[in-house]
C-alpha cells in the first residue's frame, strides 16, 4: 500500500520505482511552479489514505503532489513538503510518515515523533501515547476520543493512571474479551464498567510498565541519527514522473438533472463547479515549472 524506501550506505535516498509499475497507475499532480527550486529542504513526506482533490493543503507548504491507484483500497496520495507538520486543516487522517530520523518500517516510533512534534509537552505526550496504544486498537476518530475521555469522567493525571491500568488489562485480554469491549464501545458511557467487570474476571493481570516503554521510546527519538535523505528522495521521485503529470482544474459547468417525466438529463438554468484533470508533461524553464498539455491522452 505504501511505497517502500531504497537504500545507499543505509541512508534512503529513492522509493522502490518497482512500486509504481506494481501498483497505479501513477501521476506527479502539477500544482507548484517551485517544483525546481532545491533551496528549500524537504523536511517531511507524507502518504495518505485519499485522492488529491479531497486535501485541502496550503500549496506554498508543498513541493511536490503524487496519486497513485491502490487496488481495492482506492486513491491514495504521497506529499512532499517543506514543513515538519504540515497545516493542521489537513494533517487528520494522515496513514504514513517519512521523517528524517526514523526507519518507516517501525510505525510505533513514527507515530510517538508525530506526537512529539504536535504535543504542547512531554506530558501531553505521553498522555496521546497512552491514548493511541489502547484507542488504535478500535480505530476510534478523534471525536470518539474526546467523547471516551469525558465519559470517564477523570482529571487529566487521573486519566493518565486510569489508561496504565487499562493497558495492563488489555495485554491480558482474551480474544472473546476484546470483541466484547468492541462491540460495546459506541456507547462510551459503559467503558468505564467494562473494564471494572474485565478487571475482577481476569485473575491474574500481566505486569507492564508502559511508563517505562515511552521514557525508552522518547530518550531514542531525541537522539535518532538521519536514516532518510529526504530531498534525495524527492529529486529521484520528480524526475521519474516529469512526463506523467496531471493537473486538476476547477471549471463551472452547466447543472444538470433528471427531468422526473423524460428520465433525461436537462440543464437547470445554475452552474456547478467541477474537477477536471488535465493530463501533460512538466519542463524546467530557467527554474520555472512549467505545464505542457498532451494533445490526446493515450
Not at 526514523?102 to 510505525?107: I, K, Q, R, V
Request: glycine letters at 2%.
Amino acid at each position: 500500500m505504501w511505497p517502500a524506501l531504497k537504500k545507499k550506505d543505509n541512508i534512503a535516498i529513492n522509493f522502490d520505482n518497482n512500486f509504481w509499475k506494481e501498483w497505479g497507475p501513477t501521476h506527479m499532480i502539477y500544482f507548484n511552479k517551485e517544483l525546481f527550486n532545491d533551496n528549500k529542504d524537504i523536511k517531511s513526506i507524507y502518504c495518505m489514505y485519499r485522492s488529491f482533490d479531497r486535501i485541502k493543503l496550503n500549496p506554498k507548504e508543498i513541493a511536490m503532489a503524487l496519486e497513485y491507484e491502490c487496488g481495492d483500497f482506492g486513491e491514495h496520495t504521497v506529499l512532499f513538503s517543506y514543513e515538519e507538520i504540515p497545516n493542521p486543516n489537513y494533517c487528520e487522517g494522515w496513514n504514513y510518515y517519512i521523517f528524517p530520523n526514523f526507519d518507516t518500517e517501525n510505525n510505533e516510533d513514527i507515530s510517538l515523533y508525530y506526537n512529539k512534534l504536535t504535543c504542547k509537552d512531554k506530558d501531553e505526550t505521553y498522555l496521546r501515547f497512552l491514548e493511541n496504544q489502547i484507542l488504535n486498537t478500535f480505530n476510534l476518530t478523534p471525536l470518539e476520543r474526546e467523547k471516551l475521555r469525558r465519559s470517564i469522567g477523570l482529571n487529566m493525571e487521573e486519566y493518565k493512571k486510569y489508561l496504565e491500568k487499562v493497558e495492563q488489562l488489555m495485554i491480558s485480554l482474551t480474544l472473546e474479551d476484546y470483541y466484547k469491549i468492541k462491540e460495546q464501545l459506541q456507547d462510551f458511557s459503559s467503558f468505564k464498567l467494562i473494564v471494572s467487570s474485565l478487571s475482577k474476571k481476569i485473575p491474574n493481570i500481566k505486569n507492564y510498565d508502559i511508563k517505562r516503554e515511552f521514557e525508552s521510546t522518547y530518550s531514542r527519538i531525541a537522539s535518532s541519527p538521519i536514516i532518510n535523505d529526504l530531498n534525495c528522495i524527492y529529486h529521484n521521485t520528480r524526475e521519474l514522473f516529469l512526463e506523467n503529470v496531471v493537473q486538476i482544474e476547477s471549471i463551472l459547468v452547466p447543472e444538470k438533472e433528471i427531468d422526473r417525466i423524460t428520465y433525461k438529463l436537462v440543464e437547470t438554468g445554475n452552474m456547478e463547479r467541477i474537477w477536471k484533470r488535465v493530463y501533460g508533461s512538466v519542463e524546467n524553464q530557467d527554474g520555472v515549472a512549467v505545464f505542457k498539455k498532451n494533445m490526446t491522452r493515450h
